[in-house]
């Protein structure tokens, strides 16, 4: 399958989340690429109704290329977990309302699971990642990391759910984990992979 190549050195990332924009900066630090941000280009973020992660990162990524003229990253990301039937999942940021609390989002997903009467613990995050040029041509990619919940959450590192995330095969929450080692391995790291393999290798 032929991808179109990114050839600027210059992308948005259409998001206003510090924390999204601040991974996918560190993400594409060593590709050259300037990263600037929905935000502060002043574009607004359209309404997400997609069904699907997928869905929501083509309505960011293309709104943002058509108003900007630039080509543009969006993510769509959240947690799914399993006794939940996949919940929060597309909902996982309107989880934390209109303050972005994920305090109350992470004891909403507790509270949920132990009324569920489960004790199954095991969730994903999913990343769905858009790269949408303002022609409306669109390359979308889609990683997951798999793990168990705890509770209490733990660390104070990265963002949203991650300090109640304990991914597969590791002792530190996303929340305690260094940074660096959580870029390495993350969802957003996994679909970024495969982004920059199809679009911005040469041998891609």
């Known amino acids: 399958m032929n991808h179109r190549k990114l050839t600027d050195r210059r992308l948005v990332v259409a998001s206003h989340n510090p924390g999204k924009v601040r991974e996918i900066a560190e ?19 359209p309404e997400e109704t997609g069904v699907t992660f997928i869905e929501n990162a083509e309505l960011k990524a293309l709104a943002a290329a058509t108003v900007s003229g630039l080509p543009v990253v969006a993510d769509d990301s959240g947690l799914a ?14 989880w934390a309302g209109v303050a972005k609390d994920f305090n109350a989002a992470m004891r909403q997903v507790e509270d949920r699971l132990k009324a569920s009467g489960s004790d199954n613990r095991s969730a994903h995050f999913v990343c769905a990642l858009c790269l949408a040029w303002p022609d409306g041509h669109v390359e979308t990619f889609e990683g997951k990391v798999y793990g168990t919940l705890v509770w209490p959450p733990r660390g104070d590192r990265g963002f949203g759910y991650d300090p109640m995330f304990l991914a597969d095969g590791h002792s530190e929450t996303f929340g305690e984990m260094d940074q660096s080692l959580k870029h390495s391995m993350s969802h957003r790291a996994v679909a970024f992979n495969l982004l920059v393999a199809a679009c911005l290798d040469d041998n891609g």
């Open 27 to 45: 993400l594409v630090s060593t590709l050259g690429i300037d990263v600037v941000s929905a935000a502060e280009l002043g574009l607004e973020e």
């Open 81 to 94: 977990v399993d006794a939940l039937d996949g919940a929060p999942g597309i909902y996982s940021a309107r």
